[in-house]
């Protein structure tokens, strides 16, 4: 990967979610945006030109399934993590093909906020 | 013609000599007085005639016509007792006198008038005189006439006592011979020996032939007989002929009674003299009865022929021996043969028993009795086929006890043999079947006896059938006590009862059994079959399966409600923790943000610490991660995929989960895991299994744990021990996971596994440790899992998983 992560793309109806997040990565140095659904989202998206989107599947209007594709669709070198508090969440095969692997969803809560951090480095190192 | 008459005859003989000897006396006393008064010439004659007056025999006595005495003879002085001397001078009155005196009184007078009239009449007469010395004279007086002219009377005596005497004994004699005819039973008639009539009968002979003697002399025998052939009057003459010139002969007759009855009599002629006339006698004797009574014999005999010829029962006699001496034809047909020489013939020339018949033994049976009843035996018949038979045979011994024969009956009972040996055949399949069941079966009269004991009942109970038969159910079973009543009721409305999980306990724990009560009514004997399952382990797979149920419900309730638990708990503990980093990490941005309050990160952490914040904010988290533990673990609670499923070393596990045990934090320091002590007894010969490994590891590790949990603190004085055993059963590899602590109750007991059921104090554990491992066993890996327990004596978890992997 030519260009470490920078900015980055919250997605997550829940409030608290999105703080918790927000200031832990901000604390970290990253720049951040966060939008309380899909729709909002995809609004800042060309302005803010996010390298990270940290992704809710379930979200009020368009899910973050579709949200995902759209965004890959907009930008083809944007990275995603998926947070989502569904338990039995498996990947859609339309994820898949635009190169998601399993290792990118994070299951709600995570015990330690640390875990981000690590997943957000794999994704730099382009692991 | 009878005896009395022959008497008679002689009596008239007798009077005819008397007679004539007296009219030879009159004669010659009329010539005497003739001459005496013509001719005083004739002195000679004169002379003559007064000594045969003077010698006579009778006593003589003559009166003149004016009652003078004119002549007497010495016979007639002693006849009366009148001395000479006073003969001599006496008169005619005297005379008279001293006769009267010495008369019998009762003819006395009679003779005394006749004797009176005789002089005034003339007349002549008879008399017989009775004297009171006993003597008997017959008395005779006759007028004297010469020239026609009374002249006097003659009266003579002559002693007639001796003869009366013999006349009387005669008459005696001959009543005496009538009364013994007239008493015999039988007829006698007594037929002349050349006309043959009938010349007396006695009494019997008018009885039987209801005729009086008057008629019968006047009848002809044809007359008293049946009247045809042979019994008429020609061939009875024969009869009585033959008698004549043949002797005595004895037949029998057909006779006929006044009314024509005809009845059978036996005839006895004989040819006899009686007072010197040669007379048939014929002795009549009634038979009717002996006749009917050998009719009856003869009926009689007939039948007991036919009921010995046509019984269906052999009937035969034989000799200790063995010889046949009479055979009846169903004995013969029983064997096969038509005649007794035959069969006799045949069983000589070889054994024809099917076994070898023992007489000895036969003999033997009556030793110390007469007869011997059912007595069995086994023969082979002339066509080959084999018969059984059953006797009742009677030994018939002469009066030294000895035996002469035996009698007896035979009867076939091969078919019979048969229809047992299918009986036991069938009773044999049903008590294998019987005892064959799985079940108890106990059959029970309505009095509650027992009447079947099954093998099971025996497994069961450890009481044998032989013991337990005929015995109260109550006292053998008693915990069937309770169910008696049910019985009779079951007996009474014919319905059957069913009582399901009938609680026992045991030295093993609780049982489960289901009784069945199913009324017995079949040819009328009253009575149930109590019927009597173990169903402790359906009960125990129902329990584990209402318990997963409620798990899955747990799981897919779980599932429902993660997503919405999940998200409030990430914001809880992200944000407590992004805000100890905040509070407490040494961020540039903290250092700002306290410069432009007027503070420092330093005094804000001296803040915090004082006052326990980050200690608070640590708890947000552990607190909120345990929310997240709890829905976790509520989510092992649906079922998963197979992924995951290898073949594992099952013994390796375990060790391995020891080992894990062994550094677990919690274990090592609230539970000093390393003072228990674990004692393997592996089976090392176990194949490998298909199963989760890690989860099979989460199941044992949550069992050590609870183990080493319930022993902390308890039974000092023992070591605590875990003893873990694996083996081989079945189709299953069988964990068993003991440990001696404190166990537990059967309510706690039935519950362990119950989501959320906990016995420890709250906040220590979720109450899911159980109930998920127990989901992993049964629901993923398609195992069992159990618990036995009993208060103070340990807790022993046996998990089972299966050989091959079952899909799910």
């Not at chain 2, 007792?81 to 005619?92: G, R």
């Not at chain 2, 008459?171 to 011979?177: G, I, L, R, T």
């Not at chain 2, 092992?636 to 080992?659: C, H, M």
Request: glycine share 6%; aromatic share 8%.
């Amino acid at each position: 990967m030519s260009k470490s992560i920078q900015k980055i793309i919250i997605v997550d109806d829940e409030e608290a979610i999105r703080l918790s997040f927000s200031a832990y990565l901000e604390d970290l140095g990253f720049e951040i945006i966060t939008a309380a659904s899909a729709e909002e989202a995809l609004k800042v998206f060309n302005s803010f030109q996010a390298d990270l989107a940290i992704v809710d599947i379930r979200l009020p209007k368009m899910d973050g399934n579709q949200l995902i594709k759209k965004m890959q669709e907009l930008d083809d070198r944007i990275k995603f993590l998926i947070h989502t508090g569904s338990v039995y969440y498996q990947l859609p095969a339309e994820l898949s093909d635009i190169g998601i692997r399993p290792e990118q969803i994070l299951i709600k809560p995570l015990n330690d906020i640390n875990i981000l951090m690590a997943a957000i480095q794999k994704l730099d190192k382009g692991i | 013609m009878t005896a009395k008459g022959e008497i008679g005859r002689l009596a008239k003989a007798f009077n005819d000599m008397v007679v004539t000897l007296d009219r030879t006396l009159r004669e010659l006393q009329d010539e005497v007085t003739a001459r005496k008064m013509t001719e005083e010439a004739l002195r000679d004659n004169v002379e003559m005639l007064r000594a045969t007056f003077e010698s006579s025999d009778d006593g003589i006595i003559v009166l003149d016509s004016n009652k003078k005495i004119t002549h007497y003879n010495s016979r007639y002085l002693e006849m009366w007792n009148i001395p000479y001397e006073q003969m001599i001078t006496a008169k005619s009155s005297d005379i008279f006198n001293h006769i009267y005196v010495q008369l019998e009184g009762e003819n006395r007078d009679e003779i005394a008038n006749a004797l009176i009239q005789s002089f005034q009449s003339g007349e002549k007469y008879r008399k017989i005189v009775h004297l009171k010395n006993g003597s008997v004279y017959e008395s005779y007086s006759s007028p004297l006439i010469r020239d026609n002219k009374l002249v006097g009377r003659l009266f003579s005596y002559k002693d007639v006592t001796e003869r009366m005497q013999y006349l009387a004994k005669i008459k005696d004699q001959e009543e005496n011979y009538r009364t013994i005819f007239d008493s015999v039973n039988e007829a006698i008639f007594i037929h002349d020996k050349d006309s043959i009539k009938i010349i007396d009968v006695n009494r019997a002979a008018c009885q039987i032939y209801q005729l009086s003697r008057e008629e019968l002399l006047k009848m002809d025998v044809g007359a008293l007989s049946a009247g045809y052939e042979p019994y008429t009057s020609k061939e009875a003459a024969e009869k009585l002929r033959i008698a004549v010139t043949e002797g005595p002969h004895t037949f029998e007759w057909l006779a006929r009674k006044k009314d024509g009855t005809l009845f059978w009599v036996e005839v006895s002629l004989k040819l006899s003299r009686i007072m010197g006339n040669e007379r048939i006698i014929a002795v009549v004797r009634d038979i009717s009865d002996r006749k009917k009574a050998e009719e009856a014999l003869r009926e009689s005999e007939e039948r007991y022929r036919s009921i010995y010829e046509n019984a269906t029962m052999g009937i035969y006699r034989t000799t200790p021996e063995g010889e046949l001496l009479l055979a009846n034809p169903a004995f013969l047909k029983m064997f096969g043969y038509q005649t007794i020489e035959e069969l006799m013939e045949m069983s000589k020339r070889e054994d024809i028993s099917e076994r070898g018949y023992d007489r000895e033994d036969f003999i033997r049976q009556f030793d110390d009795k007469s007869e011997v009843r059912g007595y069995e035996s086994t023969w082979r018949k002339k066509n080959g086929q084999v018969v059984y038979l059953r006797e009742n045979a009677k030994a018939i011994r002469d009066k030294n006890g000895k035996i002469l024969y035996f009698e007896g009956l035979i009867e076939d009972i091969t078919e019979q043999k048969k229809l047992q040996a299918e009986i036991a055949k069938v009773r044999m399949l049903l008590s294998n079947i019987v005892n064959s069941m799985p079940s108890v079966l106990i059959g029970v009269d309505p009095k509650g006896i027992i009447t079947q004991w099954n093998r099971q009942a025996e497994f069961k109970s450890g009481i044998k059938s032989q013991k337990a038969l005929g015995s109260p159910l109550n006292k053998v079973m008693p915990r069937l006590a309770e169910e008696l009543n049910k019985v009779t009721e079951t007996i009474r409305n014919r319905k059957i009862h069913f009582h399901p999980k009938v609680v026992e306990e045991t030295e093993e724990g609780r049982r489960y059994s289901d009784i069945t009560i199913y009324p017995l009514i079949s040819n009328g004997v009253e009575g149930a079959v109590i019927r009597m399952d173990d169903v402790t382990d359906r009960v125990r797979i129902e329990e584990m399966m209402i318990q997963s149920e409620k798990m899955l419900m747990v799981g897919g309730l779980a599932a429902g409600m993660a997503h919405e638990i999940n998200n409030p708990l990430a914001g809880m503990i992200q944000n407590a923790q992004v805000v100890v980093n905040r509070l407490s990490a040494n961020l540039p941005a903290n250092e700002k943000a306290a410069l432009a309050h007027g503070t420092n990160m330093k005094a804000i952490r001296g803040f915090m610490k004082d006052r326990d914040i980050l200690k608070m904010l640590e708890l947000i988290q552990v607190t909120g991660k345990r929310a997240a533990q709890i829905v976790e673990s509520m989510l092992s609670f649906s079922r998963k995929s197979d992924a995951g499923i290898v073949p594992v070393d099952i013994n390796d596990l375990i060790k391995s989960t020891v080992e894990l045990a062994d550094s677990d934090y919690d274990l090592k320091k609230k539970y000093d895991f390393k003072k228990i002590k674990i004692d393997y007894k592996l089976d090392t010969t176990l194949p490998q299994i298909p199963c989760e490994p890690v989860k099979i590891q989460q199941v044992v590790l949550n069992l050590l744990k609870n183990s080493a949990q319930a022993m902390a603190g308890y039974a000092e004085q023992t070591i605590p021990t875990i003893t873990i055993k694996t083996f081989l059963l079945d189709k299953y590899v069988q964990i068993e996971i003991e440990d001696n602590g404190p166990g537990m109750d059967e309510e706690i007991r039935k519950r362990v596994f119950e989501p959320f059921f906990s016995t420890k104090p709250v906040g220590v554990g979720t109450g899911l440790g159980l109930s998920v491992s127990y989901f992993i066993i049964t629901e993923n890996h398609k195992g069992q899992m159990q618990v036995e327990s009993t208060p103070l004596q340990g807790t022993k978890f046996i998990i089972k998983l299966p050989l091959e992997r079952i899909r799910l």
